[in-house]
């Protein structure tokens, strides 16, 4: 049972990945910010919280999303994990560590996206997702097969996320680099950081994910 993280900027390409595993390997994905986007949309005290934080583009306090990946684990006990924009601080990287050791886990990767910030925002304006199913697409990248049609579950209806604009992306950026980057050293010097070629495309980063977990590369 692998537990990996994957760890890059806003639009590096985390969810694109941590589905497509979540698909191929029965594993599950933990992504913090789906998790958020879920409870502001239900309204929940957590989400109340969080909605505006996360229209600026800044980070939700730790305590919440440490509490949100403990019940995700939780959850799925028996499968192993997908980290997907946690931990993004110091303080969660070491919430993960007293989660993990809690359950007898621990990590197996730290797979990090390295990409260009520059087209970063091309990907993250150009994307959408469908209304019903979630499956995410890109106008250019990744469209439907065919135009307004969910290729999934032939839905007509999709969403566009309210932080993907120009402005809100500069500050993901800035928070990324200034909060989350600075974390690759405490997993560097347990040599679990892999870094790879996230401007690569799709399958390609997927292949280099799969040699990763399969121990080939
Ligand atoms: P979150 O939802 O985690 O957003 P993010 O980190 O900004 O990352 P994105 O989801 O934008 O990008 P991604 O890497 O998943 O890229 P994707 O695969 O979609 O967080 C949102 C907010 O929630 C935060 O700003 C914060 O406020 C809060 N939050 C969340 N977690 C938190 C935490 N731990 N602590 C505190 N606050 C937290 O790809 C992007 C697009 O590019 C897609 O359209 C895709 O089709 C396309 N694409 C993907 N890969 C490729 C490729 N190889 N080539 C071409 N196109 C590609
Ligand atoms: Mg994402």
């Known amino acids: 049972m692998l537990n990996i993280i994957l760890l890059g900027p806003p639009g590096a390409g985390k969810g694109t990945q941590a589905a497509r595993l979540q698909a191929t390997r029965g594993m599950i994905q933990l992504s913090t910010g789906d998790m958020l986007r879920e409870a502001v949309a239900a309204g929940t005290p957590i989400g109340l919280k969080a909605k505006a934080v996360m229209e600026r583009g800044e980070l939700v306090s730790d305590a919440i999303v440490s509490a949100l990946i403990g019940e995700g684990l939780d959850a799925a006990a028996d499968k192993g994990a997908i980290f997907d924009g946690f931990p993004r601080t110091r303080a969660q990287a070491e919430a993960l560590d007293l989660l993990l050791t ?21 990907r993250i304006t150009g994307r959408f997702s469908c209304a019903k199913c ?80 399969d121990g080939t590369a």
């Open 102 to 122: 809690e359950r007898s886990r621990s990590l197996d990767h730290v797979i990090e996206l390295a990409v260009d910030e520059d087209a970063l925002v091309t």
């Open 134 to 213: 979630g499956t995410g697409y890109h106008d250019s990248f990744r469209p439907t097969h065919v135009a307004g049609v969910c290729d999934v579950c032939g839905s007509t209806e999709f969403v566009r996320r309210k932080d993907d604009n120009e402005q809100t992306v500069r500050t993901r950026m800035a928070e990324y680099r200034a909060k989350t980057e600075p974390i690759l050293p405490y997993y560097e010097q347990r040599g679990l950081v892999r870094s790879i070629d996230g401007m690569a495309s799709v399958d390609e980063v997927a292949a280099q994910i799969d040699a990763i977990l």
